[in-house]
């Protein structure tokens, strides 16, 4: 009865995992994977650098950094990754809105272990200075992580442009 119990729990996790990665396929882009340790029949630990645009706010681009843990949970895709992360988002373009936002909406959201832990990317506006901000972390069902970073994009004209959007005008509350 208990291994019936097990091979159902496993088939679970394992049918998760098939659907994280299905969706990772329209988020973030991988840019490339540095192999922090050795392991010597299974995958390496690594650091991996993602980028990607914000949905809504066209002209502003974040690249992050997480630990991908290897080994044999990590083969299997059940390793509960750590909650090191950094993150950096700057202005590529002009800046324009899409749609008005909250502060402290999620722009990204992805799994972090199997069931109970994520890894959030939130947007703000700083009224008084005109910028964007992001902030990265990760939290558990049980108890969060402190682990954070955060990274402001002061919008700025570009090219030929002499007007700015100001987010407070694209700001919900």
Known sequence: MKRTGFIAILSVAVTLGAGVA??????????????????????????ATYGMDDPIVDGVACYYTVHEKGGVAGMFGVAEQTSDVSL????????????KFS????????????????????????????????????????DGSP???????????????????????FTKD
């Open 147 to 169: 682990e954070n970073s955060t990274s402001a994009v002061v919008i700025e004209p570009w090219g030929a442009q002499a007007e700015v959007a100001k987010c407070a005008e």
């Open 88 to 99: 950096s988002c700057n202005q590529h373009g002009p800046i324009t809105f899409k749609e």
């Open 22 to 47: 299905l969706a990772a396929d329209d988020g973030p882009d991988l840019l490339f994977r540095k192999s922090t340790d050795f392991k010597l029949m299974t995958p390496n630990d690594k650091l």
């Open 103 to 142: 502060q402290g909406e999620t722009v990204i959201s992805e799994r972090r272990s199997l069931l109970f832990k994520q890894m959030h990317i939130v947007r703000g506006c700083d009224k008084k200075r005109n910028a964007l901000v992001y902030m990265i972390y990760s939290d558990r069902l049980v």
